[in-house]
T-cell receptor, first 110, second 117 residues
Framework: TQLLEQSPQFLSIQEGENLTVYCNSS?????LQWYRQEPGEGPVLLVT?????EVKKLKRLTFQFGDARKDSSLHITAAQPGDTGLYLC??????????FGPGTSLSVIP | GAVVSQHPSRVICKSGTSVKIECRSL??????MFWYRQFPKQSLMLMAT?????????EQGVEKDKFLINHASLTLSTLTVTSAHPEDSSFYIC?????????????FGNGTRLTVT
């Protein structure tokens, strides 16, 4: 059973479009992180959200942590081909273990 | 920013041999290092957690005698795949954290592509 679910699993969009990726769980996390991974490389941290209801912006990326700290979303505005990659959400639990979601594979077509 | 170096980036070995993968934190001391396995287009599967100077904690279903982890210092952890078989072929990634706070970000190495022939 996946403790963290992500949707959609795959997403292919045209350059310039907007998109939202969701990360959901029935568990509460002390924090949630979003990573982007390109093929053949390790994941790179995009953001950490800690407070319920928190919203963080990173250029065209907007991250939100749910009020109950069980879910999060990543919204990309005007997607570019450079945004292509595997987006992973990761929840940190109070016992120090980080759990990764199954990932969302994004492809932005020029 | 914090840098984690993983070596080798690619390795091809024959079935039955052992392979050692190194994970080094270059500019910080890593109290905890994690080892993951990743299949194509899938997420990271945590294999084990290693803390410097103590035995690694393995996830359920991961054979500790097959995947030997040694965290000899605060900057180095190694994963040895013993008696490798073709089904061990995968992308192995390490990550490190500089403190014991669960909210702290994980710093990832660039992974090792293992191919067992």
């Amino acid at each position: 059973t996946q403790l963290l679910e992500q949707s959609p699993q795959f997403l292919s969009i045209q350059e310039g479009e907007n998109l939202t990726v969701y990360c959901n769980s029935s568990s509460v996390f002390s924090s949630l992180q979003w990573y982007r991974q390109e093929p053949g490389e390790g994941p790179v941290l995009l953001v950490t959200v800690v407070t319920g209801g928190e919203v963080k912006k990173l250029k065209r990326l907007t991250f939100q942590f749910g009020d109950a700290r069980k879910d999060s979303s990543l919204h990309i505005t005007a997607a570019q081909p450079g945004d292509t990659g595997l987006y992973l959400c990761a929840g940190a639990r109070f016992n120090d273990k980080v759990i990764f979601g199954p990932g969302t594979s994004l492809s932005v077509i020029p | 920013g914090a840098v984690v170096s993983q070596h080798p980036s690619r390795v091809i070995c024959k079935s039955g041999t052992s392979v050692k993968i190194e994970c080094r934190s270059l500019d910080f001391q890593a109290t905890t290092m994690f080892w993951y396995r990743q299949f194509p287009k899938q997420s990271l599967m945590l294999m084990a957690t290693s803390n410097e100077g103590s035995k690694a904690t393995y996830e359920q279903g991961v054979e500790k005698d097959k995947f030997l982890i040694n965290h000899a210092s605060l900057t180095l952890s190694t994963l040895t795949v013993t008696s490798a078989h073709p089904e061990d072929s995968s992308f192995y990634i390490c990550s490190a954290r500089g403190d014991s706070i669960s909210n702290s970000p994980l710093h990832f190495g660039n992974g090792t592509r293992l191919t067992v022939t």
